[in-house]
């Protein structure tokens, strides 16, 4: 995760736990049972599209909020096109830290047949984030003329109507942020997908990541944009971070900030003088540094990483998660493991849990966040799912004789009849 201080206590709920190891009680489920973990202070949402449960926190008013784009601008793009047979599965995991600063989204049918998914990874506080599950949709369909771009096949202006979306969504959320009396500081990555059964597009701000499964091997449709390590586009990133004025130190733009890119961030963007002003009063940096400094470009963006691609035979499945999971297992690796479960039982779901829990296993430190979209390309192995269902019925057989049990001989005869057997063993 991205940031600085992290104040805010916020709680997402996934999915079952019950794949997770025991030992990470800061994993939130879906199921019924899990929501007496919640806070009083958390709020449902609907969530469309998937039979999951989304939990945030609700300590903060969105009523102060600039105008969003109109009904009419959004829905102004004839009727739904139901989506495509694609199986999603999407869970947060707070991990071993104190708060939970990641939010996931998964909202369809859309116009024209697309599922709309997103990952945002928040810093410094939830409001950005809060902000954004909000928002960023809305402005994203405006700029789109109500999903009519995601048809078109001029690639630059579908990039060009999703950079405006980001930025305008930008400006909204600093102004808002200026308002605010606390937890104004607070900034979040976007890494957002409009998915159909034959085509994705990709808008990216920041370090969350998105894979694609093809034939096998892992396919990166965005790229980290943090200012360290010697990738074509961290380099990329520390030129333009420097060419605008700023500066990184120890892999941090400013020395405070992980990520390059991203959505709000107030003190880096329009308060940089009273953040330059308090550094030279804490003794962090001099007057004269200051003076050589050019404050007018920007040195945090949140102009957007814009890719479209086709979904073909070979595309299998899409993973997109935030850097708690990167962190800790590569696209790769985490390709091949989710190919091993969706052969292993086919559930996407699981396949989330079991993802998120072996990054956890690893020591992983961060909120993880994980949206799989499956194509339903990969298919199970031969006899894996009788022998799932035969275990569910042998164990429900001795259920039943554990509460009602006459003799070992009507054990017997139960289980030969869930086996599908007969046994003529006397007991």
Same mark, same amino acid.
């Given at each position: 995760?991205a940031g600085?201080?992290r104040?805010?206590?916020? $709680?997402l &709920? @996934?999915?079952n736990?019950?794949? +997770?190891?025991?030992?990470?009680?800061k994993?939130f489920?879906?199921a %019924? #049972?899990?929501?007496v973990?919640?806070?009083?202070?958390?709020?449902?949402?609907?969530?469309?599209?998937?039979?999951?449960?989304?939990v945030?926190?609700?300590?903060?008013?969105?009523?102060?909020?600039?105008?969003?784009?109109?009904q009419?601008?959004?829905?102004?793009?004839?009727?739904?096109?139901?989506?495509?047979r694609?199986?999603?599965?999407?869970l947060?995991?707070?991990g071993p830290?104190?708060?939970?600063?990641?939010e996931?989204v998964?909202?369809g049918?859309?116009?024209?047949?697309?599922?709309?998914?997103?990952?945002?990874?928040?810093?410094?506080?939830?409001?950005?984030v809060?902000?954004?599950?909000?928002e960023?949709?809305?402005?994203?369909?405006?700029?789109?003329?109500?999903?009519?771009?995601?048809?078109? $096949?001029? &690639? @630059?202006?579908?990039?060009?109507? +999703?950079?405006?979306?980001?930025?305008?969504?930008?400006?909204?959320? %600093? #102004?808002?942020?200026?308002?605010?009396?606390?937890?104004?500081?607070?900034?979040?990555?976007?890494?957002?997908?409009?998915l159909?059964?034959?085509?994705?597009?990709?808008?990216?701000?920041?370090?969350?990541r998105?894979?694609?499964?093809?034939?096998?091997?892992?396919?990166?449709?965005?790229?980290?944009?943090?200012?360290?390590?010697?990738?074509k586009?961290?380099?990329?990133?520390i030129?333009?971070?420097?060419?605008?004025?700023?500066?990184?130190?120890?892999?941090?733009?400013c020395?405070?900030?992980?990520?390059s890119?991203?959505?709000?961030?107030?003190?880096?963007?329009?308060?940089?003088?009273e953040?330059?002003?308090?550094?030279?009063?804490?003794?962090?940096?001099?007057?004269?540094?200051?003076?050589?400094?050019?404050?007018?470009?920007?040195?945090?963006?949140a102009?957007?990483?814009?890719?479209?691609?086709?979904?073909?035979?070979?595309t299998?499945?899409i993973?997109?998660?935030?850097?708690?999971?990167?962190?800790?297992?590569?696209?790769?690796e985490?390709v091949?493991?989710v190919t091993?479960?969706?052969?292993?039982?086919g559930?996407?779901q699981?396949?989330?849990?079991?993802?998120?829990?072996?990054?956890?296993?690893?020591?992983?430190q961060?909120n993880i966040s994980?949206?799989?979209?499956?194509?339903?390309?990969?298919?199970c192995?031969?006899?894996?799912?009788k022998?799932?269902?035969?275990?569910?019925?042998?164990?429900?057989?001795?259920?039943?004789?554990?509460?009602n049990?006459?003799?070992l001989?009507?054990?017997?005869?139960?289980?030969?009849?869930a086996?599908?057997e007969?046994?003529?063993?006397?007991?």
């Amino acid at each position: 995760m991205a940031g600085l201080a992290r104040p805010a206590v916020v $709680n997402l &709920v @996934g999915t079952n736990t019950k794949h +997770l190891p025991k030992s990470h009680p800061k994993f939130f489920g879906s199921a %019924l #049972s899990s929501l007496v973990t919640i806070p009083k202070t958390a709020l449902i949402n609907r969530a469309l599209c998937t039979d999951v449960i989304v939990v945030a926190h609700a300590n903060l008013s969105l009523s102060k909020l600039p105008a969003s784009p109109s009904q009419d601008q959004i829905q102004d793009a004839g009727d739904s096109i139901p989506c495509s047979r694609i199986t999603w599965g999407q869970l947060a995991v707070q991990g071993p830290r104190t708060e939970m600063e990641d939010e996931i989204v998964v909202e369809g049918p859309c116009p024209y047949g697309f599922t709309y998914a997103a990952v945002f990874d928040g810093h410094a506080g939830f409001s950005s984030v809060k902000f954004l599950r909000n928002e960023l949709y809305k402005e994203c369909m405006a700029a789109l003329q109500g999903g009519l771009l995601l048809e078109s $096949n001029d &690639v @630059g202006v579908i990039k060009d109507a +999703l950079s405006a979306a980001f930025l305008q969504t930008d400006r909204r959320l %600093l #102004s808002w942020l200026d308002e605010l009396r606390e937890d104004n500081e607070s900034g979040s990555t976007a890494t957002v997908m409009f998915l159909r059964a034959d085509r994705l597009i990709v808008a990216h701000v920041g370090d969350s990541r998105l894979v694609l499964s093809c034939a096998g091997k892992a396919e990166e449709l965005s790229a980290d944009h943090r200012p360290f390590g010697n990738s074509k586009t961290s380099l990329a990133e520390i030129k333009r971070v420097k060419d605008a004025g700023g500066w990184v130190r120890d892999g941090r733009v400013c020395g405070s900030l992980s990520v390059s890119r991203a959505f709000g961030d107030i003190l880096l963007k329009t308060r940089r003088k009273e953040m330059l002003d308090n550094g030279v009063k804490n003794r962090f940096w001099t007057n004269h540094f200051v003076s050589r400094l050019d404050t007018a470009a920007d040195w945090i963006v949140a102009l957007p990483d814009v890719n479209v691609a086709n979904i073909n035979q070979d595309t299998e499945f899409i993973l997109l998660a935030s850097d708690g999971l990167w962190d800790t297992i590569k696209s790769a690796e985490a390709v091949k493991f989710v190919t091993n479960q969706l052969k292993q039982h086919g559930d996407v779901q699981l396949a989330c849990e079991a993802l998120a829990g072996a990054a956890l296993d690893r020591n992983g430190q961060d909120n993880i966040s994980i949206i799989i979209a499956d194509l339903g390309k990969i298919q199970c192995q031969e006899g894996f799912a009788k022998r799932q269902e035969l275990k569910e019925s042998i164990k429900q057989v001795l259920v039943d004789c554990i509460l009602n049990v006459k003799s070992l001989n009507v054990l017997w005869q139960s289980i030969s009849c869930a086996l599908g057997e007969d046994f003529p063993i006397s007991m």
